[in-house]
């Protein structure tokens, strides 16, 4: 059965740090395309990182680039999302995605018929 379990969020001040951790059953992530995505109240989803299977082409959302990293670690089969300097904007929902053929633009672009969706972990900055 594949699973897709993101967790991490909570509550952090401003300028504050977070890793959200995606971790995943089923199959081997080291064969997948992941990528992070969120959705602000009232807003659309929106993808903030993705990187191909063999982690060489990273993508970034631009207001993140140089404070959020993703990485994974394909023996626990797990895929992170390290936030730092957090905020407010940067609160929602934060979903896990991996597929098997998507490169990383067609993930971050939320192109449709993506593999795996994990349920999602909330992010609140706010002081």
């Known amino acids: 059965q594949v699973q897709l379990v993101a967790s991490g969020g909570g509550l952090v001040q401003p300028g504050g740090s977070l890793r959200l951790s995606c971790a995943v059953s089923?199959?081997?992530?080291?064969?997948?395309?992941v990528g992070w995505f969120r959705q602000a109240p009232g807003k659309e989803r929106e993808g903030v990182s993705c990187?191909?299977?063999?982690?060489?082409?990273?993508y970034y959302k631009e207001s993140v680039k140089g404070r959020f990293t993703i990485s994974r670690d394909n023996i626990k089969n797990t895929v992170y999302l390290q936030m730092n300097s957090l905020k407010p904007e940067d609160t929602g929902v934060y979903y896990c995605?991996?597929?098997?053929?998507?490169?990383?633009?067609?993930?971050?672009?939320?192109?449709?018929?993506?593999?795996?969706w994990g349920k999602g972990t909330l992010v609140t900055v706010s002081s």
């Open positions: 995605a991996a597929d098997r053929l998507f490169t990383v633009q067609a993930m971050c672009d939320l192109s449709p018929g993506m593999d795996y």
């Open positions: 089923g199959f081997s992530l080291g064969y997948y395309t």
């Open positions: 990187s191909s299977s063999d982690d060489r082409t990273t």
